[in-house]
Structures are given as C-alpha cells and as structure tokens.
C-alpha cells in the first residue's frame, strides 16, 4: 500500500507540533491507509517538494492554499472552527513609534517567510505610506527571532503571527507594545487534498466533522489546539482565493 | 440634496462634513453580482457604512456613492473589471449618517468555471497623503466635468 505524505505550514510553533504526530496517527488508524509526516524547518524546502508532487495532504496557511489548489490541483477539504489568522505589529517597548502611522521611510522590519503574515503587515503599513520600495526587510526563521531583532535594536518594528505572539514567553512578549493587530477573521489556515489522495477525500472529510463527538477525536484536537473543523465547500475556496487575490501585489 | 445613479434610480441623501476614521488593522469585503448589486457584507463593512446587513444584501453597491466621487473614477472602475482585470483606487464613500470615510479599495472579477459570477471588493486604510492628493485630484475633476 502506497505511503501518502502529510505536512503543516512551516509557521507553527515546535510545541503544537506533537499535536500533528498525533493527529496522523489518528488519521492513519482512521482512514486505515498509511501516512507521514513530513515537518519543514523552512518555506522554500517544504515550496520544493510542494512542486516535486511530494506532499499529497497539507495544512496550509491562505496564500500557500490559494497557489496549492490553482498550480497543484489540490482540493481544500476543511477548516479548523473558530479561529482566524491575524498579523500583529510589534514594537520593543523602548520604541519612539506610538502607531504605524508615525512610522518613518527606511524603518527597518523584521519579518519572517511566513506569505500571508508579511502580506498582511506589509499592507497595515502602507497608511504609513511604507511599501517594498521604502522599509528595510530582514527575513527571520522563527517568530522569536523576530522578536530578537526588536529587542536587540536591530529592527523597529516586527511582524508576528498573533498566535505565535501570544505563545512568545512572557520575558520576552513583555519586553514588546503592540502598535496594530489586524481583525480580519476570514483569513485561516486549511486542510488540502492533493491530486493522489482525492479518493480519501469523502471518507476523511467525515471523519474530521465527526471528530470532536468522539472521546478519542476530541485529544486529538486537544492536542493540537482545536475545537473542530469546519467543511470547505467550494464557493469557501473560492472566496479564500478572490480575497488572497485582491491581497497580492 | 437629490442624488440620481446611473440607472436613473435617485434618492434624497444628507451630507455631513465630518470624516468617520477608517479602523487600524481592518479589512472591509463585500460581493457582488455582476450587476454590482451586494451578495455578501462582512462585519467592518457593516461598521463603517452605518446600514445593517439586511439594509446592504440586495441593494446596489452605489447607495455609498458620495457626491464628491467623480462619475469618471467610477467609469474607470468598470472598465477595468469588466475587461476582467483587478481595479485600485481611492474611494471617499458615503455613510448612511451622511459623514464619509476613505478607503483604498480593489475589486476583482469572481471567474467561476471560466464565467464572471460578480466581483469582490476588499478597502484598507489609505494613508493621509494618498487621501489628500485624492480630495484635491476628484475637486478638480468634478470643476473640469462642470466647466
Ligand atoms: C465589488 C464592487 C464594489 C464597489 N464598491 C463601491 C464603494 O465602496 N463605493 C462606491 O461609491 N461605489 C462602489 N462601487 C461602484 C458602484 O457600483 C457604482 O458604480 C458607483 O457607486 C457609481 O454609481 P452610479 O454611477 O450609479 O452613480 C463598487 C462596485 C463593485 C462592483
């Protein structure tokens, strides 16, 4: 029986991955076919295998999504309830900026490679007449590396996902002000189907929009931060890709 | 004041010459359908026209036309998405209260099995310059239109 690959977007922080291990487990028991999960320090090594047809399920953010189901074929399947994505913009505590609008050209920005967080910071700065032409980009790996450059002075102000904010300790979060959050709330990560698993996709849909009636599927949302997952119908993916789309550059 | 659309519907507007700030960090999308008739409102757009939902779903996108809105941006706007491209522009919108907030608006066509369905359009918070080089460009269009 052929292995089918799953992975996550690199934008998680390490302690929710264990909640991913255990999810493929329960998958695998499932749906009865094997998986692995394949976990990916970084964008560009996970974008590699992504074009080498190597990933066939996939928990992406939004702007990932968009590319995976347009260039890829892959079918967005569901969506974990109640949450969103939303960026924040930070600043270390010693900083002179009150709010984005006093942001001056050449601020320096630390950002990481994570698409739809450095889009949406990028776009909560252009009220600040800030765009790719006039601030200063330093990519990071890690949220907490971002978090690092502020507070070592070697960038003004950082993006951040919000749940990766909120999960920074509290040495290091109490050392930062937010200057603007973003309340966007249709802008969320999503589980997609690539083409090799398409006939997995009515049973495992199932499956997940029963998971949080079962004691056992219940830990496993537990364990990886969430109440339950929501259909994506495809009128969802299609809206998700028209808004990424007015989003873009 | 009397305001008529471009299908002949007209109606009584107050105007109040106070600006409502667009919200940090929000995003305000709407649908429509091909006719820019609204399918879809989300919270913030609710928040910042002052109309509730039922009031926007099934009433054309223009009930937030301001008077100081020149007919020619609006022109360009449809061209351009017609034409099946993604529009950008400034928009000083109308407030069911009568005061206004500025936005920086796209739209982009809805392609759905290869046949335009409506568009969506998503506003952001324009930045100051932006909104007075706007306030100054749409007067003079709108002297030039009456001239
Ligand atoms: C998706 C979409 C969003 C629009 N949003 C606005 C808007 O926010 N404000 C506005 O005045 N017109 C908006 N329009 C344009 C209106 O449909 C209309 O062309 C404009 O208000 C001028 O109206 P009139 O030429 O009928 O007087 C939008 C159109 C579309 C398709």
Known sequence: ??????????????????????????????????????????????????????IDLIYANSYDAAMLVREKGFQAVARPAHVSD????????????DSVD??????????????????????????????????????????????????????????FLKDSFQDLSDLIRSQMRVLVESQIGVIHHTLLAGPKVQHLVPEMLDRLLLMQNTTKGKDVLDSMQMTGWLKMEGEDTDFMIDLIDTLME | ???????????EITIVDREVPYPDGKLIVSRTDISGVITHANQAFVEMSGYSLDELIGT???????????AAAFGDLWDTIKSGK?????????????????????VIPNIRNGELTGYT??????????????????????MDVQS
Request: hydrophobic share 40%; proline share 4%.
């Open chain 1, 1 to 54: 029986m052929e292995t089918y690959t799953l992975s996550v977007s690199p934008d998680f922080a390490p302690e929710y991955l264990s909640g991913w291990f255990i999810f493929n487990t329960w998958l695998q028991k499932s749906l009865e076919t094997p998986f692995h999960l394949e976990i990916y320090d970084d964008f560009e090594a996970q974008r590699r295998d992504i074009q080498l047809d190597k």
């Open chain 1, 86 to 97: 939303e960026t924040v913009i930070a600043v270390a505590n010693s900083s002179n900026f």
């Open chain 1, 102 to 159: 006093d942001l001056v050209p050449w601020c320096r920005v630390a950002s990481t490679h994570d698409p739809d967080v450095h889009m949406m910071g990028m776009i909560m700065l252009e009220s600040a007449d800030l765009d790719s032409s006039n601030v200063v980009v330093t990519s990071a790996q890690t949220y907490v590396l971002v978090a690092k450059y502020l507070l070592n002075g070697d960038a003004d102000v950082g993006f």
């Open chain 2, 1 to 11: 004041m009397f305001i008529t659309y471009h299908d002949g519907a007209s109606r």
């Open chain 2, 60 to 70: 054309n996108h223009y009930i937030l036309r301001h008077p100081d809105m020149p």
């Open chain 2, 86 to 106: 993604k529009w950008h522009g400034y928009v000083k919108n109308l407030r069911k209260d009568g005061a206004y907030y500025w936005v920086k608006a796209t």
């Open chain 2, 121 to 142: 359009s998503v506003r952001r918070k324009p930045s100051r310059s932006k909104v007075v080089a706007c306030t100054l460009l749409y007067a003079q269009m709108n």
